[in-house]
């Protein structure tokens, strides 16, 4: 045997007893480390020279790798919670309360001590027991027979049930079933005189947790009840709250998740579900795959080195369009802890319990996740900041950490009010401060260039208006409604999108033609439905609007609506599509700072929206006065804080024609070439009969 051939196998000896080493110690279950062992055998066998090997080699070191029962201990300390929340985030009373009280069920049911069912006909066993577990604290009830001990589990709940196997009439394994059937979180531990693998398997086939032999020894008894009390609280604590926080980015949604895992003491982990587009991506590639990896669930927990972090899981409404496999049946086994304890990842191809997670989701809206995910969530609602909001938090929290991110903490730089408002109404348009952050961690960096690169002396700037054009250049955005003038067929709305309240335009032209209905602007079909009915309102209700009965007879309307990045669809724009049409066939200008939301009935009624906070700040942020909404949202207007609708003038309506006299001016003033013309329509047209249409559809907004 050559030199080089010795030493190769002394290495691969070396490299073997290593891993062996690592498996013994890293904690992974006995069945796990069965397997783990078990491909050492075959990869010793193997040589270092093929594919195999270096595939079998990194599956061992992957295993092992895992923090299997490595986890962090909760701190459950609310104060302390509360204290962490706030310290991170200004406001958000309603959401920070939520999360304490989620918590506040957490310590209660984690604090509570726990209750123990002792089943046992023999006297002394029950009696001794009775005794060992007391003095550990727990809550110990008896039980002389099977029938006394499922009375005694219908009148009060256990976290344990120690059942002997052996009794009359009602048996130990009589009684594990009903707990398994009925009370599926109680860990059912059999005590067996009869001590046979047969037995034991059989017992924790059908559910029990474990087995214990007798005669028992004190130290393996207190050992076994243990782990079950775990595992019981592991499971209830997390159980039917998987948090959802539903808002519009930048709200904070991330933010508060890394508080919580702080406040709790635990790690912190994320992923976005946004971009996947395949199964594999969450429960990984099966091994035989060239070039095969672990899901990123399971990557994640290996990279925050915890088995009960905090796992957030990103834009969970984005999964399942083109999803490649089912993704919710996916997410369930992650999310659901009734599937989650012991979850399969393809390559990892051995259970691993995900069921001491605290799974926290976002979603920007959450009508959009899937109905059987949403049921097991708590949904908290973030929306978006007002300009107040958004400045209190740029001066107490972003500004501070961009100085300290940008290494400007020596010169401390100072930003006015003034200076904030103006990268709030002139550089972001928006219903979180993402952007915002992002324009002061823009003004940060180039104080600091000028520093290092040119010399300048930053020592307590301070940075103005004139400074923040100076930094950010020509401002981005105009105040929409303000800045332009009112016009025919012209009317304002409001939607809600995933990003937020957006005001929208809708143009109303009409030209020669034989009825037919045009509709442009990437409208979804429930839009493009609702400016049909808008139309047939119109068409049946003319003379109430002083419009000529048989005014369609020989023409085309034409409804666009402009800004195409806006996904538009939801009923929310009926009212104003009608209103479009009322102005453009009266040829009374429509007031452009009048914003109006609401569905159209076909009797011209006014139907209640969703998203209401979401569209008056977005009716502020663009420069409207007035604001036209449905009746029927009174209470959620009402719900409202008054911040948010400070300096709006907001009507309610029930009708179509309530909003005629609140939107239209009666004296047209507008010079001839300002009415909308037939020409110029946009490319992309969508041609509708009043019968058929066909129109795209883009993501749910309403
Ligand atoms: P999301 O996850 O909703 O998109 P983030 O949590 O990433 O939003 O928030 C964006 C930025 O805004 C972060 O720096 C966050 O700390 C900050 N932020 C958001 N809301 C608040 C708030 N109420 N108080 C202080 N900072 C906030």
Redesign the pocket.
């Known amino acids: 045997m050559s030199i080089f051939k010795k030493s190769e196998e002394r290495l691969q000896t070396a490299v073997i007893g290593d891993l062996r080493q690592m498996i013994a110690s890293s904690k992974m279950p006995p069945h796990v480390q069965q397997i783990a062992n078990k491909e050492l055998e075959l990869l010793s066998k193997t040589s270092p020279t093929t594919a195999e090997y270096t595939i079998g080699l990194n599956y061992i070191d992957y295993l092992v790798s895992l923090p299997w029962n490595k986890k962090t201990e909760d701190n459950l300390d609310l104060e302390r919670a509360e204290r962490i929340l706030n310290e991170?985030?200004?406001?958000?009373q309603k959401v920070k309360e939520r999360i304490l009280e989620h918590l506040a069920v957490k310590i209660l049911r984690t604090n509570k001590k726990p209750r123990v069912l002792v089943v046992d006909d023999e006297e002394i066993a029950r009696k001794n027991l009775e005794h060992i577990l007391k003095k550990e604290n727990y809550t110990v009830v008896t039980a002389a027979n099977g029938v006394d001990a499922l009375k005694k589990m219908e009148a009060s709940d256990f976290d344990v049930v120690l059942t002997d196997i052996r009794m009359e009439k009602v048996n130990g394994i009589e009684v594990l079933e009903k707990a398994k059937n009925r009370y599926p979180d109680t860990k059912v531990i059999m005590i067996t005189g009869y001590a046979s693998v047969d037995s034991a398997i059989e017992t924790i086939k059908r559910g029990a947790f474990h087995y214990i032999e007798k005669p028992f020894k004190v130290d393996s008894v207190k050992s076994v009840i243990k782990q079950a009390v775990e595992k019981k609280l592991s499971t209830v604590s997390t159980k039917g709250s998987v948090l959802c926080?539903a808002?519009?980015?930048?709200?904070?949604?991330?933010?508060?998740?890394?508080a919580i895992a702080e406040a709790l003491g635990r790690k912190f982990a994320r992923i976005s579900l946004g971009g996947m587009k395949d199964e594999a991506e969450i429960r990984g590639h099966r091994r035989t795959y060239a070039g095969a990896m672990p899901g990123r669930i399971i990557e994640e927990i290996r990279r925050a080195g915890s088995a009960n972090p905090v796992f957030m899981l990103?834009e969970i409404d984005k999964i399942g369009q083109d999803f490649r496999g089912d993704s919710a049946s996916a997410l369930l086994e992650v999310l659901d802890p009734e599937q989650n304890h012991s979850f399969i990842d393809h390559y990892l191809d051995v259970p691993f319990d995900l069921s001491s997670i605290m799974f926290i989701v976002?979603a920007n809206i959450a009508d959009n996740i899937q109905e059987a995910l949403r049921d097991r969530m708590e949904v908290i609602d973030?929306s978006g900041?007002t300009e107040d909001?958004k400045t209190k938090?740029s001066l107490?929290?972003?500004v501070p950490?961009q100085i300290n991110e940008q290494g400007l903490s020596d010169w401390s730089p100072q930003f006015t009010v003034d200076a904030i408002s103006k990268i709030i109404q002139e550089y972001t348009r928006e219903a979180?401060?993402?952007n915002?952050?992002r324009q002061i961690a823009n003004i940060c960096r180039k104080i600091a260039t000028e520093h290092v690169h040119r010399k300048k002396n930053i020592q307590n700037i301070k940075v103005t208006p004139d400074q923040v054009e100076k930094y950010l250049g020509t401002r981005k955005y105009y105040r929409e409604v303000a800045d332009e003038e009112n016009r025919i067929g012209v009317t304002t709305g409001l939607v809600w999108t995933e990003t937020g309240g957006e005001i929208i335009f809708v143009e109303a032209a009409k030209m020669k033609g034989n009825k037919q209905l045009t509709l442009t602007g990437s409208l979804g079909n429930v839009m493009c439905e609702s400016a049909h009915a808008a139309l047939s309102y119109i068409r049946s209700n003319a003379l109430l609007f002083n419009i000529p009965e048989n005014f369609f007879e020989n023409q085309d309307i034409h409804i666009h609506v402009p800004a195409g990045a806006i996904p538009k669809d939801g009923p929310s724009s009926g009212a104003t599509i009608a209103i479009a049409l009322i102005s453009l066939l009266t040829g009374k200008p429509a007031k452009r700072d009048v914003a109006i939301s609401g569905e159209l009935t076909l009797s011209g009624r006014i139907l209640p929206v969703g998203g209401l906070k979401e569209k008056i700040l977005a009716a502020r942020r663009a420069g409207v006065k007035v604001v036209v909404l449905p009746l029927k949202n009174k209470v959620d207007l009402e719900n409202l804080s008054n911040d948010v609708k400070e300096g709006l003038d907001v009507h309610l309506v029930d009708r179509l024609e309530e909003i005629v006299d609140l939107v239209l001016i009666n004296n047209s003033s507008l010079s001839e070439q300002k009415k909308p013309t037939s020409k110029g329509h946009s490319q992309n047209v969508a041609i509708c009969n009043p019968s058929s249409y066909s129109c795209s559809s883009p993501k749910k907004t309403d």
Not at 88 to 92: M, N, T, V, Y
Not at 247 to 258: A, D, N, V
């Open positions: 991170r985030h200004h406001g958000l926080f808002g519009p980015p930048g709200t904070g949604k991330t933010s508060l998740g890394k990103d976002t973030l900041y909001e938090i107490q929290y972003l950490k979180g401060i993402r915002l952050e």
